[in-house]
């Protein structure tokens, strides 16, 4: 049974893997849900993962049980020295895998972005980080602190910056009426009383919030002024995030990859 290769890119909405030969030819995808573990908790992440993983090696015509030379995890959630133990005591258990590299979700984005390998990834997608390497190895993050305390310029944290402005519309406080009809919309809703319904179900997930990025950013290309402000302050945060990781580093004109769903 011929050996193979597999790589995986676990974010917050989504889990992409891939299955190449040994001399790199892709053989099959797979896809599953959000494999941030931080959010939606280590059984779900790691079933996001089998499933992705399983989807891809059949998409190649392959056993689920066929030999994988290497493997390369890039994973939301797993930026700190705790979060990897606890995913290559997993990696571990399964046997199939010969040897892996587990990272966070932006070494990937850096690695195949930049000329060189080091630069700044930023990654914005349901959460938000930036990550960057110099040339001689140092490395800095910034963000990733997930949605309580942190992702800011998320497209999670524009869905909630969007649904505010929308009930505040709804209320008589705001008038961002295009605002309040994208979302309804989007979500097939009819009247804005049936948001707190919508959005309070247990079955709701972050991604589902992080999903109105979409109709809000196409608003602000329409020239909607609420859209607009709400699209700038975002991008106004990612900036912030690119900023600090340069400084740290003590780089001048990095190049800069990015990422995200």
Partial sequence: MAELLLGVDGGGSKTLALVADLRGRVLGRGIGGSSNYQSVGFAAAT????????????????????????ACFGLAGVGRPADRATFNAWLKEHGRIRRWTLVNDAEPV???????????????????????RAPDDRTSRAGGWGHLIGDEGSGYALGVQALRLATQTADGRADAQAMLHAILHHWQLS???????????????RAD???????ITALAE????????LVDQAAYELGRMVAAVVRRLGLETPPLATGGG
């Fill in 47 to 70: 079933g996001e993962l089998e499933a992705a993983i399983t989807d891809a090696l059949r998409s190649a015509g392959s056993d689920s049980a066929c030999p994988i030379a290497a």
């Fill in 110 to 132: 850096l690695a195949a972005g930049t000329p060189a390998g080091w630069g700044v990834a930023l990654i914005c997608g349901t959460g938000s980080f930036c990550y960057g």
């Fill in 191 to 205: 009247d804005p009383a049936e948001l707190v319904h919508y959005v309070y179900d247990p079955a709701r997930t």
């Fill in 209 to 215: 919030i992080a999903a109105l990025a979409e109709p």
């Fill in 222 to 229: 329409q020239g909607d002024r609420f859209a607009r402000e």
